[in-house]
């Protein structure tokens, strides 16, 4: 298992985009909805920009958030995550959304 941890938004969409260039995809991205430059909503849609203008096979993106209101996790699926956990989970609860 191969963990990267982006500190921002934006480093997130780069560590992505170098994973297509090495050709070492990533599994499922953990993305925290509030991050400084580019938050996790921003982050998320630009993958799924670069998914879609390469033809890349759609990469799973979990939100993770601090704010469960209905609307926080409106905005992270229409912005492309995939599904939606509260800070803090368990780990039962992480390891059943990854499969």
Known sequence: VTIQKAFNGQ???????QSIQT???????LMDCQMPIKDGFE???????????KG?????IIALTAHQS????????QSGMDHVLKK????????????
């Open 56 to 60: 890349i096979k759609h990469v799973p």
């Open 11 to 17: 480093q997130a969409v780069e560590q992505y985009q």
């Open 70 to 77: 209905e609307k926080d996790a409106k905005k992270a699926l």
């Open 43 to 53: 982050a998320t849609e630009s993958i799924r920009q670069v998914e879609r203008e």
């Open 23 to 29: 050709k070492e995809f990533f599994d499922v991205i």
């Open 88 to 99: 803090p989970c368990k780990k039962a609860t992480l390891l059943e959304t990854i499969q």
